[in-house]
Nanobody
Framework: EVQLVESGGGLVQAGGSLRLSCAASGFIFDDYAIGWFRQAPGKERERVSCISDSDGNTYYAESVKGRFTITSDNAKNTVFLQMNSLKPEDTAVYYC???????????????????WGKGTLVTVSS
């Protein structure tokens, strides 16, 4: 069973930084990607970034390009999201998810199932 556990959220002032972690386990196949999504109160969930395990391909939403960096430590099966120059509009619950590929579009699922972590809250004060 695929399991994902996020950590690293918290309260930070605008301009500050946080590093989120997503510890992943339970994958049977090597072909997967880890995506970071966020959902702010009253808004739809949006894709922030993702990284492909097989080739390291990455994607960033325009709103976070140049500020967020996604990396992976395959030895630890952990994906990190380094968030710099945080803005109040980055405030949201951040989720990591396992999916078939790293793409720009909607969440793809992983072999027909959805696999999400429980989320970690990021609050950026102005």
């Amino acid at each position: 069973e695929v399991q994902l556990v996020e950590s690293g959220g918290g309260l930070v002032q605008a301009g500050g930084s946080l590093r989120l972690s997503c510890a992943a386990s339970g994958f049977i196949f090597d072909d997967y990607a880890i995506g970071w999504f966020r959902q702010a109160p009253g808004k739809e969930r949006e894709r922030v970034s993702c990284i492909s395990d097989s080739d390291g391909n990455t994607y960033y939403a325009e709103s976070v390009k140049g500020r967020f960096t996604i990396t992976s430590d395959n030895a630890k099966n952990t994906v990190f999201l380094q968030m710099n120059s945080l803005k109040p509009e980055d405030t949201a619950v951040y989720y990591c998810a396992a999916e078939m590929a790293c793409t720009e579009g909607h969440y793809l699922g992983y072999y027909g199932k959805e696999h999400w972590g429980k989320g970690t809250l990021v609050t950026v004060s102005s």
